[in-house]
């Protein structure tokens, strides 16, 4: 996991003297030289690394807050001012953003960078020896490409297609549907030239069951990426992934420790995960940061003062509601006691304790026994979206702890890599698939291959029938915190619904704004209806 990172990080000094020996008439003195590098596999990785260091960047900030907070799965609200950051947060939850909103300019940035570098990649490596090395450097660098491109069209719908590097001319928007397009044929192309190996030979790195994994989950939203459904060819990625050389996936028993620090290419459930290191600043993944209480920061021996801005709403805990699912675990919730079964206490003030208190005693001292509900209320009048500047206010809405704090991180930054298709998904998209009309294959049917799932998540019998509600029930509890929320919201036609503090029911919102920087810099861009 961290060998990946380590080995990727010189990449930069790589990719700078080869850049300049296409750039300058000047006589080289390094070795490293196009004629010498890359020629190894270690080199191809080195040269495509500047990729996924990218990839790594702004998928744990930006991509994470642009597709969890504008669902019922999170909630940001400001406490005390804190965390406000311009509207940003509140914009998410209230389907309230503009081209402005700051999350969605960088998030867009990112992508379009992680696009612009995989194409510099490609520049580079034309020019060097043909091997098996290079051929498969080529389509894992297309296929992170085609990821990128992917995330965009999910997030923008309309977009620029950019394949070649150097281009001055401003591209013009693609529709969703060419974008759609693009990205099939892309992903078709590269799939014999990927590698099918699993683990720590390509953990990082697109395999050629990623590229399976990103069309399956193309042809599952196709119907509203396109209008045009595809649900058998979404069945036929997933079995490709499934009845696959060796059957290389399986699902893991042990749920919370797939997302422990220590988590990486000895799980057999990641099929493609981004690799964290807090010793790089290259990537942060602060989701402990975000939602852990701040109380418990002695419990957990952090080295830090979590933020703890981040929780659920009730709504989207109403789904954890089977008491013997080992997904409950990654919920904070209730009252709080240490590892050694002491009651987890904090001591301040009446007034410090509630902010509102009207008694004349506000600065007699109290010891409290924290007490995280799940509730949230916008209790701060002089403020927007603010729950308020006490221990009540911190304590609000259940926390999400699934992928695990990391006591051992210096800083905020954790070690827990974050995996973006694993093997459950696999399963249950083939089970949306059948249940929206697609034929049954392998023997499984929708039914089965959910249980099959919860076969390993819950100790509670094996259900005796399946709907659709009960899969996005399934796949709420499956996938908490993994970024992929917003999606199942749309397909299932619930992100106009109402919860928390959104009202707005306007279905322009299942896109986001071209961000006002990128038309600025590209005139040729065309903005998504609805919005200026």
Partial sequence: MKNLIKLITGVTLSISLLTS???????VETQLTPETFPQTDQHFIQLTGQ??????????????????LSTDESIMPARGGNWYDGARFEQHHKHSWDKDNGHVSSGWSWLSGTISKANQSLFLLKDAPETAAKTTALAELRTTRALAFFMMMDLWGNIPVVTSFGETTPPETKTRVEVFNFIESELKEVLPNLSIATGAATYGRPNRYTAYAILAKMYLNSEVYTGT?????AVAMCDAIISGTGSPYTLETDYRKMFFIDNGPQIKEFIFAIPYDPGFSNGYMFYARYSLPRSLQAKFSLKHTPSAPMSTLPEYY??????NDKRNAQWIKGLQFNNNGTPVMVNTTKKGYDQFYTGSDGSAAISYQVDITPNVALREATRPFDAGNDEIAWNMGYRNNKFYCD?????????NDVPIFRYSDILLMKSEAILRGAASTLGQTALSLVNQVRAVRTTSPAWTAVTLEDLYKERCREFAWECWHRNDMIRFGKFEGRWGFKTDAQTFHRLMPIPASAM????????????N
């Fill in 21 to 27: 020996c296409h750039k300058l008439d000047l006589k």
């Fill in 51 to 68: 990729v996924y260091v990218q990839l790594r960047q702004n998928f744990g900030t930006d991509y994470f807050f642009m597709q969890s």
């Fill in 229 to 233: 459904a595809k649900y058998n060819e």
């Fill in 318 to 323: 109403a789904n954890f509601n089977d008491p």
């Fill in 407 to 415: 006591s051992t991180s210096s800083n905020r930054n954790q070690n």
């Fill in 520 to 531: 600025i810099l590209n005139p040729k861009l065309k903005q998504n209806p609805g919005y």
